[in-house]
């Protein structure tokens, strides 16, 4: 079997379990904690490549707590998980599980009629930023990336949808415009290796390709964009920082502009590296990206 037939049995293999698991925890009231301890006790199996993959990646500024970073990781992924297949119920218990700060900025935008970015990452349980959006009533679009087979994709979709955000598929740069020009929201998660479809800007010290993208959609659409993160509080609740919004213009160095927000990237990354997917190859091909 060549190998790219390999992979993919793989992942359908993976996939088959992830849908078999959540069926499967669906389907019991067993509390959170005892959910998480099971899972905990399985995805280093599922994951073990990835975790390998995140220690090594790790920057050197965390080399004292790698274990410790890791591990968190690790939580972080397996809570996310159940966080999102029991979202109603977790909602139901307690209507402040997810809280938001700075939704002045947002309503500032849409004021001025220019709609509105917001640009997340695989940072915290990122996708309750747009359930939360939407359950506040915000026209919120998610700008969701093709996953390695079409029925994770799905997966993932589904469960957006049943929370009320729309979503678009990634590579529709007119779709995207058109939304912002509707006043709308759209949601971007731009931390990914973007190889030759980027710029190189610095990373925690390292040349890595980020998209350019955002900065494009801001420019043609005068619309801001809003770095957006959630962050795990020690009772198991969260938190949506809204952050004061960058503006885009057309006669700035684009390297720079990139820069830009990939600095807020860094910031919080910093502030809570436990929360980040490490294991994302995010230094691979940077050369392939713009340098000016």
Not at 199 to 205: A, L, R
């Amino acid at each position: 079997m060549h190998s790219s037939g390999f992979k993919y049995y793989k992942r359908l293999i993976r996939y088959k379990f992830i849908k078999l698991l959540i069926s499967a925890l669906q389907s019991v009231d067993t509390p959170l904690n005892r959910q998480a301890a099971l899972l905990m006790k399985i995805m280093p199996f599922i994951y073990h490549r990835e975790i390998i993959r995140g220690r090594e990646l790790l920057p050197d500024l965390f080399s004292d707590r790698a274990d410790q970073i890791v591990s968190g990781m690790i939580k972080n992924q397996v809570l996310n998980l159940l966080e999102c297949i029991h979202y109603e119920r977790l909602v139901e218990k307690d209507r402040d599980f997810v809280t938001i700060t700075g939704t002045q900025f947002i309503e500032d935008a849409l004021r001025n009629g220019t709609g509105g970015m917001i640009l997340s990452a695989h940072f915290g349980n990122w996708e309750l930023i747009a359930y939360k959006l939407a359950e506040l009533g915000y026209d919120m679009n998610a700008i969701a990336r093709p996953q390695a087979i079409d029925q994770m994709t799905s997966l993932m979709n589904e469960f957006r949808e049943k929370r009320g955000v729309k979503v678009l598929m990634q590579d529709n740069l007119a779709g995207s415009l058109k939304l912002l020009k509707q006043n709308k929201l759209i949601g971007i998660v731009a931390d990914l290796n973007a190889r030759e479809r980027g710029f190189q800007v610095d990373f925690f010290g390292k040349k890595a390709s980020f998209y350019i993208s955002p900065v494009l959609l801001g420019i043609r659409s005068k619309a801001p964009l809003f770095p957006t993160f959630i962050q795990r509080m020690p009772d198991g609740k969260h938190v949506i920082e809204v952050q004061k919004p960058i503006f885009f213009f057309q006669n700035e160095n684009r390297r720079d502009q990139v820069q830009t927000y990939v600095d807020r990237y860094v910031d919080i990354f910093k502030k809570r590296p436990d929360h980040w997917v490490w294991f994302h190859e995010r230094y691979q091909h940077a050369e392939l990206g713009k340098k000016v």
